[in-house]
């Protein structure tokens, strides 16, 4: 932490600030300068709230060094982690993982239809929600535990795991019965107590970037997760709450390489909910795979024309085969460069 | 619902889109221009999802004319509600309400302490955090139960009605037994979860908003409360996330007449959260009871330079009192202005 | 400027560090902490680009104390400055200036109507816009030096000095010779070309934030005309864009205490570009006003319904008069609290 | 446009509403709904200011449908656009054109050295900054005519056109004798007075997309260009704004693939500028080719280490060669994929 004083701040004011920092268990280093005085504090381990420094007398501002997150950091975790999800496994040098499925479930068919479309095109993991957060009451809000079960005979059926949303503790355990990889949602991300829960599991989480998360905050909520037990987390950005209503969401592609250089966790990148638009979907699932994705999180529905929720952004069967296809061509290429 | 298609979108396109539209069990009328043709959909009674629309051939954007609300909005429910909290009421044409306190009961004898003080400089209801939702989980987290039965005593010794967070659905059952104001926080501002269990209480609710949330998204989540049958809810902004970092977030004060505008619930405003120095918050506390705010959420700590959360936020005991003055100087010409 | 290193970085790689900031003719002060070292560099008198430090190895990020700005920042310049615009003086302690009039010009006659209207509710400064920074190039863009001359007209028949807007160096001869405030956009805030023209007159200069800039940006660009010797800027809050769509911008009122920490400019508020909605204006002005504002500038016109620009925003003669009548109670008040 | 009537409007204020946009020249179309009625405004052959009908008694909100440009519009010219700066051809189908070199032209050795050193690697297009748009007015501005003389003179040498940012209308004639492809930066794309100047000149424009300007305000930037009858422009997404500091902008790849869905102009992106940050520039870079970009913008420096401008985001000789030779094998797949 470093402090920094006005201008004008007096000799009395930077000893008390110096006595304070010493009252906090910490040392303090003056770093005089032309235009005004810092102080360095030495000897924290963590974050330290600065409201206590922030208050005295002649102090400007006060500058955090320290990261609110650090068993998620590569600095004291320099390799990289593999997660797995059955016998799917998402980390550094491995092939991509494409998650695929509808929005919602609606359906015993539809999902098993959409099961096979996404198997059969190349997909390792269905996807698909029974518990929706929706912006409104008045819409669907998703078929709850007789989905979870469609989906588990779906994802059988097809042999493949599967990942599906909780949204608050008491659903943990029915998620927990059917589901492979359990997700928390975007609107989720700093429901801190539900991310404590999750951290006790022994199962793989995909935690979805908050809509106005900066990347300190993703990675701190991930150290939530991780700081209970549970170091199998796969992050997951989904775009980001900007100006721009062109798409809906701002996809923050730059966010995967660097969270590779910062973090050890897989990152894997929705192209879906970022832009909202169909069209836009498989030329932006192709950019994160150059950008270094660990996989693909797709929806498609068999017939998105009739989709309870999010058609406009739902691949087709055959939308989904053709970018599988691209996919598997661009693969061999991304080993080269 | 409008639907706008393209320049050049045929007129078998403009039909197949009239039939999607008459087998969502709505009319079309389609409004022919000089540049392109637009169809008005009739009939729907809120919401409809865009995504079966938006798929078809020629469709260029889809325009929503109807609110993902409908039970928080003026239009239908034009009479602006009162919420009451124990004695205090919260409500057009009456004083604006103010509740004080610090960010996190530390102990017993702290929020004493600071329920004194804020009584005695006028403030009619308690705030203190038993709950604490941090950015990372190494931070203090709140003393929990421990905290709830504090801020009750701290109330009941000065007869003050209190508010306190909950941050989920397990511990609404302590928070109830201690509070008379149940609290949201802002990343729980859409888990819809939480907010259909608050919405079966009968106690009102505290609705902070979302940092990224749009006035639309605000009011859909109050409607989540109400359409369970509680309609005592109280909006509160507390500043949204922008590019700008000189302030702690940026304090959206015009949506406050806006509020007032489209909705009969009351609003307060946090000036504490919103720009998280204490230098700033008496001025924009002033600012916003101007702007017509129902109330104001003020951090107030006896001694914030020991403040285990947000003490740089908070006014002292004297400043708090200072600006309570203040405030009863400005009421009078409130009303004539 | 300090100096973050990566926890690994090895003590080969700290000398570096410091051989570098050596090499840039300042001094550099380890600074060992538990989890990293960081490095204080002493002796820079403002802003030094980060470039050069950044890249070598084992860097972990730069952070900079010191501002891109001086001459405007009250630390350099304790006194608060006032601005004069013919006999109307904007400063601390004075009456709040209000500036008043169409958005854009549309005739002689109009602009006498708005002149007289204005004038008779009380506002001290006559605005209205002849060069119009319009999104696209088929809006109205202004009547151009004809409209310069109909200002000037309005301005002696009912004896207010007038302020308008000025968009490229090209027209600061013309706008000099008609206007006694010039106005930068908030288009043009970052148009450091004409920002440099401007700070070479002898005319004060009403600068409106940008868009998207920051407050430090903000008083950097205000900087650049005191560099150039014109000291007399007024600075502008307009509203700020943000992802909120229900006002046209996001006014961020909390700014104006913070500029009258930071900085000696005297700093005004425009509520009409800010919220774009008639309904909010005078509420918005008046919460400026108790927020420190040294001035309002409103956009008023005699029959908003046929205006060419921004009629929604603009208030009647008559709404303005009433705001007016409100400013004056209000008035009384703000001195005491 | 569609005007959206309250709940609770009466048949005389609809009919009011219906009588003001006849006046305007258009014809109205009433769409009764259950909730309420809206009104559809047939005739307009373009985007109407909505300030006259707003003001109305009964209207709720205005909604736009036709947009604030039609020249770039795909809508309206199909066929894509090619933009040539001398040999080099933008455009769809054609290889993507990679535009490297400093940020600032700092000396005619330095210039020339990354002339030689890109041209070798394999870039089209030599760029070089002589005139800096800078923050503050404290940091190296640009070696001015000078500079535009010593890129002109790395250019010849190694037989590639250049692209250098114009500020002012003042410097158009010298850039103009300098440079083969005129740059607008993010801070003057609504500097309209320039941009209608650019349109007059017969040169290809680059257009860098303003730090906070929507698609829509982007597109209708370039139609400033285009409707002065300069139809050469070429697009250049470089970040924009957001909340996330972790990267110097946010890059908005998914804008690319909407802009070759929405316009006939090309864009490349800029992903010095929007990641700030070298490491992610590679990476980004190839990204954005698979997005679709018809080219890039990179920064190269022969030493960032004591660049005088942005060393932190340059890529050295070195780096550059690498990405190219990366470029050249994602290339062959970029076709089949």
């Known amino acids: ?16 600030v110096q006595a304070a920092v010493t009252a906090l268990g910490f040392r303090s280093e003056p770093i005089p300068g032309k235009e005004r005085t810092a102080i360095g504090v030495l000897g924290n381990q963590g974050y330290v709230d600065d409201g206590t420094i922030l208050e005295l007398p002649g102090v400007l501002e006060v500058i955090h060094v320290s990261k609110p997150y650090k068993l998620v950091s590569r600095d004291f975790h320099p390799a990289a982690s593999e997660v797995r999800v059955g016998e799917v496994v998402l980390g550094n040098g491995l092939a991509p993982v494409v998650m695929a499925g509808p929005c919602s479930i609606e359906s015993e068919e539809q999902i098993v239809t959409a099961a096979r479309l996404v198997k059969s095109a190349g997909a390792q993991i269905l996807r698909g929600g029974a518990f929706k957060p929706r912006t409104g009451p008045h819409s669907f809000q998703g078929l709850g535990i007789e989905g979870l079960k469609y989906l588990r005979a ?25 589901a492979d990889l359990v997700q928390i949602g975007a609107r989720n991300m700093q429901n801190f107590e539900l991310l404590k829960e999750v951290g006790k599991l022994d199962r793989p989480i995909l935690l979805k970037r908050g809509m106005s998360a900066t990347l300190e905050e993703f990675l701190a909520a991930a150290e939530y997760i991780l700081a209970e037990g549970n170091s199998q987390v796969v992050l997951c950005e989904r775009g980001i709450r900007t100006f721009e209503t062109a798409t809906r969401n701002t996809l923050d592609l730059s966010i995967v390489p660097l969270v590779r250089e910062l973090s050890h966790l897989p990152i894997v990148v929705d192209p879906s909910h970022a832009t ?14 150059v950008a270094g994705a660990h996989g693909l999180m797709i929806e498609v529905h068999p017939t998105p024309e009739t989709a309870l929720c999010d058609g406009a952004q739902s691949l087709t ?9 691209q996919i598997r061509r661009l693969l061999p290429v991304l080993e080269t460069c």
Do not use: W
């Open 276 to 289: 909202g638009k169909r069209s836009l979907v498989p030329v932006m699932a192709k950019s994160a795979l």
């Open 317 to 325: 069967g055959e939308g989904f085969a053709d970018l599988m296809d």
């Open 154 to 178: 779906a994802g059988n059926e097809v042999d493949m795991p599967v990942v599906t949303e909780v949204m608050r503790i008491g659903q943990l355990d029915a998620v927990c019965q059917y």
């Open 1 to 16: 932490m470093l402090i920094v004083m006005h201008h004008h701040a007096t000799a009395e004011e930077i000893k008390a």
